[in-house]
């Protein structure tokens, strides 16, 4: 990481992140919300159970492979939107993971010697 005296690390150009990505949720929220669809009619038509879709929904509870292939039948949006998306979330989360990242860094500098 690049670091300049009197700048925050995170506000320089080499350091910046090109995307925050969005929990699939939230986007399925602002559709639901587009098309005057609630959560009770969803789960209804779906068979996800209410409490779990309000989880994801909320960012809580990650959109699972059956989950994208309800929706799409529901709502026409093709499951793999919503399984990229959540990859996307999933990846871009676990890389903020410090603890986590020491580990792969270390796994890298075992396979390195390797």
């Known amino acids: 990481?690049?670091?300049i005296k009197g700048?925050?690390?995170q506000m320089i150009?080499?350091?910046?992140?090109p995307f925050v990505p969005t929990h699939p949720g939230e986007v399925l929220k602002e559709e639901l919300e587009c098309r005057g669809i609630s959560q009770k009619e969803l789960s209804r038509q779906t068979g996800i159970p209410y409490t779990a879709l309000n989880?994801?929904?909320h960012?809580?509870?990650a959109i699972t492979t059956e989950y994208a292939l309800l929706?799409?039948?529901?709502?026409?949006?093709?499951?793999?939107?919503w399984l990229r998306m959540?990859?996307?979330y999933n990846i871009h989360t676990a890389k903020k993971d410090k603890s986590f990242?020491?580990?792969?860094a270390n796994i890298r500098k075992i396979a390195a010697v390797l």
């Open 13 to 17: 150009a080499n350091n910046l992140e």
């Open 55 to 57: 989880e994801v929904l």
């Open 101 to 104: 990242m020491e580990r792969i």
């Open 59 to 61: 960012g809580k509870r």
């Open 7 to 9: 700048i925050d690390p």
């Open 71 to 81: 929706i799409e039948a529901a709502l026409g949006i093709e499951s793999d939107f």
């Open 1 to 3: 990481m690049i670091t």
């Open 86 to 88: 959540q990859m996307d």
